[in-house]
């Protein structure tokens, strides 16, 4: 019997009650045998992350990982990706998607 595929899915959580708006955006890895099921199962474990301050939005967005050696995850491994038509150059889409300056995270 082989194994369900894996599913990355992309949920994004509203982070209420800190001084800004701010906004998660959390990936989950599930086995899954279609994309709705994967979505289901990450929106099961969002029930356990979600708190008070933390509340799911609903959106969820789920990737198919192909793994063209196999069905198991390993290095270098594509676990999600996002196509996004857009006209700006490329520093105006990273400027607006990816690096708007109000990202929370940890540089190296």
Not at 51 to 73: C, E, R
Request: include cysteine.
């Amino acid at each position: 019997m082989q194994a369900e595929p894996w599913y990355c899915v992309r949920l994004i959580y509203h982070l209420v009650g800190t001084s800004s708006k701010a906004y998660e955006e959390r990936v989950l890895i599930v086995r899954a045998d279609s994309e709705g099921a994967a979505i289901a199962q990450a929106e099961a474990h969002s029930q356990d992350y979600e708190s008070d301050t933390t509340v799911y939005t609903g959106y969820a967005m789920a990737f198919n990982i192909i793994d063209q050696n196999g069905p198991s995850l390993g290095a270098g491994v594509e676990v999600f990706s996002l196509i996004r038509k857009s006209e700006l150059d490329v520093d105006a889409y990273l400027d607006r998607f990816h690096d708007t300056g109000s990202e929370c995270c940890r540089t190296p």
